[in-house]
């Protein structure tokens, strides 16, 4: 995503478990009308991060655990967002992400139910 956002020439800032200053991205992305955008592994997005900056949440790869993904949901949608979020997920149609994004919705854990009757995900 970032060599692509990169050949684009669209300026982003990019945090992941080797990030070695994330305060200093993070701070990038706020203040800096330059960088578009920021490409955040969800271990990392779903907490800690405040982003009312952004409008737009991308997911291309849902984070497992529901818990999980509410908390990336809401590092965009938090106090003192002024703009109008849009949330897109990037899904095929009878894949793994799509069965995971239903079990979201139902308000179900994939993993435990995976644990109780892995019949039942498939």
């Known amino acids: 995503i970032c ?15 080797g990030t070695k200053d994330a305060r200093k991205l993070q701070d990038d992305f706020d203040s800096d009308e330059s960088v578009r955008g920021m490409v955040v592994n969800h271990k990392l997005g779903a907490y800690a991060l405040n982003l009312q900056r952004a409008n737009y949440l991308l997911f291309y790869e849902s984070p497992v655990p529901v818990i999980d ?48 009757d892995p019949e039942s995900v498939l």
Do not use: M
């Not at 060599?3 to 478990?17: F, P, Y």
């Not at 590092?75 to 979020?85: I, T």
């Open 3 to 17: 060599k692509h956002l990169s050949e684009l020439k669209l300026k982003h800032v990019w945090l992941w478990g």
């Open 69 to 116: 993904r509410e908390q990336a949901e809401r590092r965009v949608r938090r106090q003192g967002q002024e703009r109008k979020v849009f949330q897109f997920d990037l899904v095929c149609r009878g894949t793994v992400d799509a069965r995971i994004l239903s079990f979201h919705a139902e308000g179900q854990d994939l993993l435990k139910s995976l644990l109780r």
